[in-house]
């Protein structure tokens, strides 16, 4: 069996840009422009990016919440096989809707607050008609209870719960129908760190119980790093690169990947690092350079670069990358980032490096509870 | 209350500080009843240094800051404490950082000899938040950048026309001159082409543009202190990457000190010299960057640094996590604030009595406000054994 559950083939959306009094079109926002991607069946599939590079987008488009302007999605189905999201009638739609759910970012205003907790999570249910009655309020205490909620949480409002809470709740809505893909457009970015990786565990609990694929859309490339199995990278709604997290975090083959990793910041202050800086900003979807869109920037841009665009081409191992030199350029990867000094407080307890602090501690323990007898 | 108030003299300030906090306390009262939002909060900006400042949401790091700046949101209000102020900016090295037209003494500072534009210490809770003392200190001596570059500048007003008001304010009453000087501000914080940037209009710019006018304005009278509120939270890595890169050349340059606030780690390793962290309007632990690092000592700094996710190193096994959430403000924690999560938490002991802060054996610098390290438990406590 083909276990490819979502294939997208030159996705774009553009957005018009009116003008003047009779709104007429003037220019287009080119958010999606011309992507392909490949989502196998329980796999994390992370798109990275910038902000306006049309990581959200594309993750919406897929889902048909935006129209697209061009090209195809197609998605498995369990039932009625292969269908093209983009060209799918109501019906079909609501049909395969079920199996393809999101988990927005923001989960103060994801969450409508004048619904209870449970009326929330059972409305797909009760839109689909798949259960009511004591089956419904079964089902939503066992997806409470799932999420690491308590089922009396079903008849309180969103306002009584914490940002990690409701996160956990938008999780819940997204899995009650059973779904086979999540998209998770930036689930954790709006979560303070502590409650980020209680919510990170979750989603990868969840995906190993119920055999979910997710899309995972993020910026934070070290959260990318945790979780996924596969990331594209995106620049001005193309993507640039696609590879396994290993190949792409430790060989990447195009500039701007290097030139994301090398911007993140080393978590060890013995380790101080000046980044490869970019110069200048994102160019504007709206008007975009000559060739390869990326070549204002790039260290390393030639003349072809501004003249031809280059196409996202197999490197090897299913390596995927939009570069003209990507079989010359030694690129940098994230090596340095895991090259820290063994005393490292944020090593996890796990590694073999025994922890100084942690036998000190030991050692005050005793002595406090000394003290207090 | 168990707070024990550390009595400050008035007008003395610890070692070679530009700040010192003293047993801050600011609360808001609501309707809902009152949100204590700092419980006491002590800590000194070392000069000429960067002090970052960790926490998650609601710590309490963004208050401390407006606190400083007299500008906490009604009805917030600083109900004890003190904030002493020592102006003067450190001279680095064959850098002539001479501000123009600034009058005041330069008494060189007797231990270093090397501070330059020093004077008086200023008690700055005492002033009124609206007076002109204030006024006088906001820009000039101390300035802020704010979380947000999209909304802290004015729409309607060129980039120029805001940065020149700090300079007209402060320094100089001829418009050519600032406008000269706005310009050249620009140029330094690395914007191409400033004199056109200087006439565009917040919208013109990108955000991390903005972020750098930003960054202009409030460097413009080189300030002795400079608050940075999250400057880079808003912004991409790589916008993130030049706007910290640009923060250190101009520290570097200008010898002010930087209070940093942010809630990401690699950026506290990479920028500060010393972290506080802060946890539900406490500090719970004081450290030089390394330390912090490679040894801290309280539990929730431990935690911290142990749930976020790094690179290479916790790929395919779960992340180490902090049980719970940070508690709503309106609940009062009895005990150490953090012993609902904490996972050394000892019963009988964490959850009734606060934790004093102690200083670490043979690391004068590195404090922290935890049961576990000897000289936490008040010594009352500690006597009468209240653990059983």
Redesign the interface.
Known sequence: MDDTLLEVTDLKKYFPIKQGFLKRTVGHVRAVDGVNLSVKRGETFAVVG??GCGKSTTGRTILRLEEPTGGEVVFQHSELGKINVETASAKVLRRIRPEMQIIFQDPFSSLDSRMTVGRIIAEPMIINNTLSGRALRDRIAELLTVVGLRPEHASRYPHAF????RQRIGIARALALNPKLIVCDEPVSAL???????V??LL??LQDRFDLTYLFIS?D???V???ADRVAVMYVGQVVEVGT?DQL?YSPKMPYTE??L?????????K????T??M???PSPANPPSGCYFHTRCPYAQDICKQEAPPLRDIGDNHLAACHFSDELQLKG??R??EV?A?????????AAPQ??GQ??AA??A???E??? | MTEATISTPDAEIAGDSVISIRNLQVEFPTQLGTVSALNGVSFDVPRGRVLGIVG??GCGKSVTARAILRIVERPGRIVSGDILFKPGRRKRGGAAATKPGRAGSAAPDSANGSVEGAGEVVELTALDPTGDRIRKIRGQEISMIFQEPMTSLNPVYPVGDQIQEAILLHQTPDRAEAHKRAVEMLRRVGM?NPERIAKSYPHQL????RQRAMIAMALSCTPTLLIADEPTTAL???????I??LMRELQEEFGMSIMFIT????????L?DEVVVMYLGRVVERAS??D??????H?Y???????????????G??????KG??P?PYSSVSGCPFHP?CP?A?K??CDTVLPEETTIAGKPDHTVRC????G??PAQ??SS????
């Open positions: 910038e902000s914490s940002g990690g809470q303070d760190v502590s409650v980020q990786a209680q990170l565990n990868e609990d910026h490339l070290s959260v790093e945790h979780i997290t975090f030139a994301l090398s911007s993140l910041p080393t978590p060890d202050p013995r101080r690092t000046r980044p800086l970019l200048g900003d994102v994230a090596s980032l895991s000094s005393t490292l407080a944020a090593t996890p307890q796990s590694a100084p602090g000190d501690s005050s323990t002595s406090a509870q003290a207090t007898k | 998650e949401s191409p990108s955000g991390g543009m991409d890595v790589t916008t993130e990457a030049q910290l890169e809630h990401s780690m690699g950026v506290v390793a990479q500060c960057v390394d912090l690092f490679h040894d801290p000592k539990p700094t431990v935690s911290l640094l142990r749930s976020i996710p790094r690179i290479g190193v916790n790929r096994i779960p992340l180490e996590v902090i959430s940070v709503d999560r050394s000892m009988g002991l049961h576990l390290y000897p936490s438990t406590v500690a054994g209240a653990g059983e």
